[in-house]
């Protein structure tokens, strides 16, 4: 089982469309989370952080299910730029890796 | 991509030929990693140094060397490139909050 799992995707939405991602991760010492965005051909960046209590930034809110391993983003009003591949990345406690899912491929159009 | 230099954002080898990817920061972090991203496979964690000095090995890091002499720079070396090989590599290093990468150097194997 591969430590951080996602749905490849890909997701295609319409303009204006509600979409939401969903992440598992197999260690329980997990101790930071992230959703980061990466571009066709770019290096990814960091979209937002997870926090138990939930988080929310304009129109992405990320959420945290400690007990069930779950991290879960939501994109309300989808933009033509919102089109991406969204990666989920969790840190390890111990080590301090960062380990990544193999991202889930987001495709809005007109 | 401020503080993460990467080099070279390009290279084309032949089958056992040898290079070396060099990435420098001057953010002061202790973590350094380097990845590689082939498509559907998201990014795989090749090598990782918590600090000046120490590295570990990561999911993927059979035909790699790397060296981390000092905090600045961690290097990673192919000693005898082969096509399966070919592929994006990432620098990459962690703050408190946030992982900041390299640009990516694109390598072909052929």
């Known amino acids: 089982r591969k430590e951080v799992e996602q749905d490849p995707g890909p997701f295609n939405v319409p303009e204006g469309a509600t979409v939401a991602f969903n992440c598992t991760y197999s260690?329980?010492?997990?101790?930071?989370f992230f959703w980061y965005r990466q571009d066709c051909r770019k290096e990814p960046k960091l979209l937002m952080s997870?926090?138990?209590s939930g988080n929310e930034d304009g129109r992405f809110t990320a959420q945290l299910n400690r007990a069930s391993q779950y991290i879960s983003l939501l994109i309300r009003d989808s933009k033509l730029s919102d089109s991406a591949t969204y990666l989920c990345?969790?840190?390890?406690?111990?080590?301090?890796?960062?380990?990544f899912g193999t991202g889930t491929r987001l495709q809005v159009f007109p | 991509n401020a503080g993460v230099t990467q080099t070279p954002k390009f290279q084309v080898l032949k089958t056992g030929q040898s290079m070396t990817l060099q990435c420098a920061q001057d953010?002061?972090?202790?973590?350094m990693y380097w990845y590689r991203q082939d498509p559907g496979m998201g990014l795989r964690l090749i090598y990782y140094?918590?600090?000046?000095?120490?590295?570990d090995k990561g999911e993927v890091p059979n035909g790699y060397n790397v060296s981390r002499l000092n905090k600045r720079e961690f290097s990673l070396r192919l000693e005898s490139a082969a096509p399966s090989q070919t592929s994006v590599y990432f620098c990459?290093?962690?703050?408190?909050?946030?992982?900041?990468f390299g640009q990516g150097t694109r390598l072909t194997v052929v």
């Open positions: 990345v969790v840190n390890e406690r111990r080590t301090d890796k960062l380990i």
């Open positions: 260690n329980s010492a997990s101790q930071s």
């Open positions: 997870v926090y138990s």
């Open positions: 953010m002061n972090h202790n973590s």
């Open positions: 140094s918590a600090s000046e000095g120490t590295t």
């Open positions: 990459a290093l962690t703050g408190n909050t946030e992982a900041f």
